[in-house]
Structures are given as C-alpha cells and as structure tokens.
C-alpha cells in the first residue's frame, strides 16, 4: 500500500529565503510518479510539480524544484525566493502506475515580511 | 481554459437528507477521484474512476456513500442518508492515467 509522509506540520521562511519541505514515501512498485500541491487559504488544490520514478534528473517549475532522492524515498519540494504568496499549506502525493493518487497530511508555509 | 467543474459550491443540509454533489470532469480526461478533506483525517480518498469504472471505493463509507459516473462528463458522490460526521470539502480531480490530476474548487458540505 502507498504512504506518503510530511514530517512537518508548519515551516516558517523569511520573504526571499530558500525553503524545503520533506516528504516521503514508502512503495514497492518500481514505477511511480510524485507530485506536489499547493492550497492557499481560498482553498483550491494547485499542481505545482511532478517527478517521475525513472527522471534522471529533478524535476523544475520556475521557482519550484522537486529534489528527488529515490534510494532514500524522499521527494522534497524546494521553493526558492519565498514570497507572501507562498503561504499555504503543501501536499506531496504519490501514484503508482494505473493506481489511484494518495496525499500526505501536508505542511503549512508561513512565508514572513 | 479547461477545469474540473464541481456544483454545488456550498450545501447545508439536515441530518438525514440526501445530498448529491456533481463533478464536471475536463474533456479527455479518462480518470476521476472524490476526495474528502477534513481537519482531522486530511485529505482522503473516497473512489477512483478509470473510463468510467470504479477501480478503488475502498475509502469509502458503503452503507450511506456512493459514486458514480453515468457518462464521460459527469461523475457523481451520494450520501444517503447525510450525518453531521459528513461534514467536510469535498473535491473532485481528474486526469490522465499515470499523471498529475486537476482538482475542482470542491464542495462544502455542511450536516446539521
């Protein structure tokens, strides 16, 4: 069964700062994709960032950045030049192939002034 | 601009009644997920649809909970019938096998 696990419950950055938020997983299918989320206050679930199981390289999206560590499972999200609208909070899931998509419990950004 | 449509926004209903939240998947898309999200439990899956067959109900609660997709556009959630511990956003996703799903700006449901 799919796990995925977001050790930290709140992070705080200063505006501008680089941020990592930690996520792993825990899967015996060798062929599988993560993803990242966003949902500020209003709500809504925005992709961010997907990273494929077989990538040789990290995935990239403007100023976000998927670091990808298979032999460990982790897939942390790194957002670089934090800014106010940053704050929300940030769901990392995992689907494996022709499977359904599970989240973990998320992390609540605080980017501050 | 394609997105998953979700109606009703907001439904506040008494205990007891049916409720029937609506998802509007984005055309071409061959998969859909109901999700419920709650403060104490997170995001949870309810059902998960390939080609319009249901694939995974297992998150589901099958006594008063169920899902549906009468055709390609439409997927459907029923609760029957509605308790206070129902209450919760609601969100419809969908997207292709294998990739990055696109979720619907939810339901908020409220049992009284």
């Known amino acids: 069964a799919q796990k995925i696990t977001q050790t930290q419950p709140g992070m705080f950055v200063q505006e501008k700062e680089a941020v990592t938020l930690d996520c792993t997983y825990d899967?015996?299918?060798?062929?599988?994709?993560l993803f990242w989320y966003k949902q500020p206050s209003s709500g809504e679930m925005i992709f961010l960032i997907y990273q494929g199981s077989y990538d040789q390289q990290n995935a990239t999206e403007g100023r976000y950045s998927l670091n990808f560590q298979k032999a460990r499972k982790s897939a942390n999200l790194v957002i670089s030049a934090s800014q106010l609208g940053d704050s929300a909070m940030y769901f990392c899931a995992m689907r494996e192939v022709d499977n359904d998509m599970r989240f973990g419990a998320g992390t609540r950004l605080t980017v501050k002034p | 601009d394609a997105r998953v449509t979700q109606t009703p926004r907001h439904k506040v209903t008494e205990m007891g009644q049916e409720v029937t939240m609506r998802c509007q998947p984005i055309l071409g898309h061959n998969t859909v997920f109901w999700y419920r999200q709650t403060m104490m439990q997170g995001l949870e899956l309810l059902a998960y649809f390939r080609n319009r067959a249901p694939l995974d109900d297992s998150g589901m609660p099958k006594d008063r909970f169920s899902a549906e997709m009468p055709d390609a556009t439409l997927a459907t959630l029923k609760i029957q019938p509605s308790e206070p511990r129902d209450s919760a956003v609601y969100f419809c996703?969908?997207?292709?096998?294998?990739?990055?799903?696109?979720f619907g700006q939810g339901t908020r449901l409220t049992v009284v």
């Open positions: 996703a969908s997207g292709y096998a294998n990739t990055e799903a696109f």
């Open positions: 899967t015996s299918d060798p062929s599988y994709g």
